[in-house]
Protein backbone atom coordinates (compact mmCIF):
# COMPACT_ATOMS: atom_id res chain seq x y z
CA UNK A 1 0.00 0.00 0.00
CA UNK A 2 1.57 3.48 -0.83
CA UNK A 3 -0.11 7.19 -0.01
CA UNK A 4 0.30 10.56 -1.04
CA UNK A 5 -1.16 13.61 0.07
CA UNK A 6 -2.04 16.35 -2.79
CA UNK A 7 -3.85 20.00 -2.57
CA UNK A 8 -6.35 20.39 -5.09
CA UNK A 9 -6.19 23.52 -6.83
CA UNK A 10 -9.11 23.32 -9.65
CA UNK A 11 -11.05 26.71 -8.29
CA UNK A 12 -13.99 24.92 -8.31
CA UNK A 13 -13.11 21.90 -6.83
CA UNK A 14 -14.21 18.34 -7.70
CA UNK A 15 -17.22 18.91 -9.86
CA UNK A 16 -18.55 17.04 -12.97
CA UNK A 17 -15.89 16.98 -14.92
CA UNK A 18 -12.47 17.01 -13.14
CA UNK A 19 -14.07 14.22 -11.13
CA UNK A 20 -14.71 12.28 -14.06
CA UNK A 21 -11.13 12.66 -15.37
CA UNK A 22 -9.62 11.62 -12.56
CA UNK A 23 -12.07 8.32 -12.20
CA UNK A 24 -10.81 7.90 -15.85
CA UNK A 25 -7.73 8.29 -14.56
CA UNK A 26 -7.99 5.59 -11.53
CA UNK A 27 -9.78 2.95 -13.66
CA UNK A 28 -6.90 2.43 -16.11
CA UNK A 29 -4.98 0.44 -12.52
CA UNK A 30 -6.25 -2.81 -10.99
CA UNK A 31 -5.21 -1.48 -7.58
CA UNK A 32 -7.71 -0.07 -5.15
CA UNK A 33 -7.49 4.00 -5.10
CA UNK A 34 -9.04 5.93 -2.72
CA UNK A 35 -8.37 8.95 -0.60
CA UNK A 36 -9.34 10.16 2.40
CA UNK A 37 -10.62 13.70 3.36
CA UNK A 38 -10.98 14.96 6.53
CA UNK A 39 -12.39 11.49 8.66
CA UNK A 40 -14.20 10.37 5.57
CA UNK A 41 -12.77 7.87 2.88
CA UNK A 42 -13.86 8.15 -1.13
CA UNK A 43 -13.38 5.65 -3.75
CA UNK A 44 -11.64 7.39 -6.65
CA UNK A 45 -12.93 5.16 -9.52
CA UNK A 46 -16.26 6.12 -8.45
CA UNK A 47 -17.78 9.43 -10.28
CA UNK A 48 -20.37 9.25 -7.93
CA UNK A 49 -18.47 8.83 -4.68
CA UNK A 50 -15.93 11.79 -5.61
CA UNK A 51 -18.85 14.10 -6.48
CA UNK A 52 -20.54 12.94 -3.21
CA UNK A 53 -17.00 13.94 -1.21
CA UNK A 54 -17.72 17.57 -2.30
CA UNK A 55 -14.05 18.19 -2.63
CA UNK A 56 -13.60 22.28 -2.70
CA UNK A 57 -10.54 24.41 -3.70
CA UNK A 58 -7.73 24.22 -1.36
CA UNK A 59 -8.66 20.81 0.46
CA UNK A 60 -6.09 18.49 1.28
CA UNK A 61 -6.46 14.80 -0.12
CA UNK A 62 -4.83 11.77 0.99
CA UNK A 63 -4.31 9.29 -2.03
CA UNK A 64 -4.11 5.62 -0.92
CA UNK A 65 -3.63 2.92 -3.38
CA UNK A 66 -3.00 -0.74 -3.16
CA UNK A 67 -2.41 -3.58 -5.11
CA UNK A 68 -0.23 -5.01 -7.82
CA UNK A 69 0.39 -1.30 -9.88
CA UNK A 70 0.01 0.48 -6.36
CA UNK A 71 2.83 2.86 -7.53
CA UNK A 72 1.66 3.34 -11.16
CA UNK A 73 -1.69 4.07 -9.91
CA UNK A 74 -1.11 6.90 -7.51
CA UNK A 75 1.56 8.39 -9.55
CA UNK A 76 -1.06 8.95 -12.25
CA UNK A 77 -3.75 10.32 -9.83
CA UNK A 78 -1.61 12.43 -8.10
CA UNK A 79 -0.10 13.63 -11.15
CA UNK A 80 -3.49 14.48 -12.32
CA UNK A 81 -4.80 16.84 -9.62
CA UNK A 82 -1.61 18.35 -9.35
CA UNK A 83 -1.96 19.20 -13.19
CA UNK A 84 -5.36 20.58 -12.44
CA UNK A 85 -7.88 17.36 -13.98
CA UNK A 86 -8.39 19.69 -17.36
CA UNK A 87 -8.77 22.88 -15.91
Known amino acids: MVSK ?6 PTG ?13 VKYKSKVYFRYGDNEANAKSVLSVL ?10 EFTCE ?14 VENGLGE
Open 52 to 61: GACIKCGTEL
Open 5 to 10: KVVVKN
Open 67 to 80: GEDEAEALEAVVSA
Open 14 to 26: LHLRPAGILCNEA
